[in-house]
């Protein structure tokens, strides 16, 4: 039976978060008891060095991996007792996915990339289509639905991406290097997109970076070094 927790306030929550890789004949551990709770309609970013554990942990809340101990919460879920298929459905319906490399469909144009979670998720042609015009629309590419990734630039790439991470209204929008990719200029009018629609529609982001400018931008700040949380603080 899948456990609950009582506390269903956060979105994400992790309690003695732990993961340990296996290289050759040495262990090593990558999260050591990380606690995190995330909540509905927050604007928060991970930040640390390379090595501090940023992106294993997006992996642990993002469900693409399971903790070696502790637990991982999702809308109150511990995902640790979800078999692959549960998890794979759980991914697609609660959280939406922002790379640094895009990661769009090269074939596909900017509408069928923002289609395609919703069509994995069982939603009529009709009104996914619907749904990804008003999406690109509110990244500012209304006028670019039918051209395909190599005829946008950089920052509109970043933008179809956005669009089809929030695609099935997901509960938190996890973004790794979300300006990574793009010249400082592009960098800032993302974070303002990802700020607006945080705003606007209450939507959770967590932003994994080491680019300033986002951590001018968001409300609360997770610092990690050796695998732990050792700072959090508020912004602004």
Known sequence: MVDITTELNAVIETQGLRKMYQMGAIDVSALSGVDL???KGEFMSIMG???SGKTTLLNMIGALDKPSGGKVLINGTNISQLNDNELAELRNR???F???FFNLMARMSAIQNVEMPMAFAGVSQEERRKRAIRLLEEVGLGDRVN???TELSG???QRVAIARALANDPSVALCDEPTGNVDSETGKEIIEILRRLN???QQTFVIVTHDPLVA???DRIAHMQDGLIVKEELVG
């Open 98 to 100: 922002v790379f640094q």
């Open 216 to 218: 001018r931008s968001v």
């Open 49 to 51: 060095p390379s090595g």
């Open 37 to 39: 709770r995330i909540e």
């Open 94 to 96: 609660e959280i939406g």
């Open 199 to 201: 705003r606007e529609q």
């Open 147 to 149: 051209h395909r990734p």
């Open 155 to 157: 920052g509109e790439q």
